[in-house]
């Protein structure tokens, strides 16, 4: 899940950020640590992906380093276009035509 929605280990809402609103979340399913094998996914705390929401989820997500840091970087910016090289870009077909002339 980390990887394909570029969150942090712990994003149990994959608002992107690991945060309160997480443990929250987790903790309304009531689901840590109970007695029944394999019932817990990424949205109840199952953080490693072993089906059980116990203290191993909690060392994985806090090894991953995202708790309180935000959106994690995953993807790169890409740069407008500057004006000036779009209006050149828009006139050498004019500059064609004149030259042809």
Known sequence: MKD??????GDANLDGEFNRSDFVQVFTFGEYEDTIVGNSTWDEGDWNGDGEF?????????????YEQGFRNGVAAVPEPQSGVLLLASLLPLFHVIRRR
């Open 4 to 9: 394909l929605r570029q969150t942090w280990v």
């Open 54 to 66: 116990s203290s191993s989820d909690f060392v994985a997500a806090f090894t991953d380093g995202g």
